[in-house]
């Protein structure tokens, strides 16, 4: 028997909590690219959720200036941006704030889902993802800054 | 008469995003102090703050916002005490709600639904 979160349209619900974070809750203009952009990603927030048939990560890349942009909107200015440490902090909260969001959907989905605690890598790397689990990659350009969401997820006893 | 409040949250930058979201609520609120976690919240609480409405985060270290409710309902505190938490579900309100929080805001908030949720507590 199919899984219950199969009729997940996970593009959408991803996207539809990007802009419920960004647009909503902070104001900012978000547009949707049809491909990434961004030729140096250098900082993530990550999320993970899991549950019982459902699990995956939720990933926010971007460069350095796009994450001082969401600092900045996170912030409300950017007198705080001198310590690095707030930019990395916004991010894990922006990735927070989106990990609660989705949760919500994939709960109203009838598949209840935990999310973990956020964290943030900076830095050039690879990833590299399990096998058996879907990418879901969106691009968007937030206040002139693109900014590529990532959803590493599985759906368990698929058939 | 305007309302104190206690933004009881690890995430500095969470603490400023409530404090902004706050003061833009359109809601009469006086001064704002933070905590980082349960226990810096009761040593606040217990050092005779003027607090008349608390917002607390879910997860933290050291003592979770449950636990701080608990905590401070059994010490006997009765301002209210709202969860402001990406903690959801029917099972996790029921948990606030015995230990003896007033409220729920799940993030990610609008100022809106922070202005509807803490409507009944703040004057406007």
């Not at chain 1, 199919?2 to 909503?24: H, I, K, M, P, Y």
């Not at chain 1, 996170?74 to 690095?84: A, F, I, K, R, S």
């Not at chain 2, 985060?57 to 003592?63: A, E, F, K, L, T």
């Not at chain 2, 409220?103 to 406007?124: M, S």
């Amino acid at each position: 028997m199919g899984n219950v979160c199969q009729g997940l349209d996970v593009a959408a619900l991803v996207e539809e909590s990007f802009r419920e974070v960004l647009e909503t809750m902070f104001a900012l203009p978000v547009e949707k690219l049809d491909s990434p952009t961004i030729d140096e990603l250098a900082v993530v927030g990550m999320i993970g959720l899991a549950g019982k048939e459902f699990h995956g990560l939720l990933q926010i890349h971007c460069t350095q200036p796009a994450a001082r942009v969401l600092a900045a909107a996170l912030l409300g200015g950017e007198e705080m941006l001198d310590d690095p440490a707030m930019i990395s902090d916004s991010l894990g909260e922006l990735a927070n704030m989106l990990g609660g969001s989705v949760k919500q959907r994939v709960d109203s989905a009838g598949n209840k889902v935990e999310i973990s605690l956020p964290s943030v890598l900076e830095g050039q790397f690879e990833t590299h993802d399990a096998r058996g689990s879907e990418r879901t990659e969106l691009a968007f350009r937030v206040d002139g800054q693109d900014v590529l969401v990532c959803f590493v997820h599985e759906f368990k006893n698929e058939e | 008469m305007a309302m104190n409040v206690l933004l009881v949250d690890d995430s500095a930058v969470m603490r400023k995003v409530l404090t902004r979201a706050l003061r833009q609520a359109g809601l009469d609120i006086g001064d704002i102090v933070e905590a980082g976690d349960g226990v810096e919240a009761l040593n606040m609480l217990e050092s005779g703050g003027n607090v008349d409405l608390v917002l607390s985060d879910w997860n933290m270290p050291n003592m979770n916002g449950v636990d701080f409710v608990a905590q401070a309902r059994s010490k006997g505190y009765e301002m209210p005490i709202i969860m402001v938490t990406t903690e959801s579900g029917d099972d996790r309100i029921a948990q606030a709600t015995q230990a003896g929080a007033n409220g729920f805001i799940h993030k990610p908030f609008t100022p809106d639904r922070l202005a509807e949720a803490l409507g009944q507590f703040a004057a406007v």
